[in-house]
């Protein structure tokens, strides 16, 4: 079966830093387009980040520009997250997801198969 394990979330200050791992497995990895996903309490779940198959493309909503990178190595089925200079609004529950669009589509969460039980970031002010 397939699964998507999402860890490395937790509590930090603002203006910090955290890194969450994606790990996949029972899927063809490198055949899918993997996300970020976040969602925080009594909101809807939103587009943080995309990369491509290969890794060469990538992209990010524009609340995170510039502070969050995502990376993916295929060799260990697991995608990244690095998350710095965080904020209060980003506290959420972050969720990785893969599907079959090309990285610069499926920025909606309905076209992912596949999705993560989430990790929980919470950034104090």
């Known amino acids: 079966q397939v699964q998507l394990v999402e860890s490395g979330g937790g509590l930090v200050q603002a203006g910090g830093s955290l890194r969450l791992s994606c790990a996949a497995s029972?899927?063809?990895?490198?055949?899918?387009?993997m996300a970020w996903f976040r969602q925080a309490p009594g909101k809807e779940r939103e587009f943080v980040a995309i990369?491509?198959?290969?890794?060469?493309?990538?992209n990010y909503a524009d609340s995170v520009k510039g502070r969050f990178s995502i990376s993916r190595d295929n060799a260990k089925n697991t995608v990244l997250l690095q998350m710095n200079s965080l904020k209060p609004e980003d506290t959420a529950i972050y969720y990785c997801a893969a599907g079959p669009k090309g990285w610069f589509l499926g920025r909606s969460d309905d076209e992912y198969d596949y999705w993560g039980q989430g990790t929980q970031v919470t950034v104090s002010s």
């Open positions: 029972g899927l063809t990895f490198s055949s899918q387009t």
């Open positions: 990369i491509s198959r290969s890794g060469s493309g990538k």
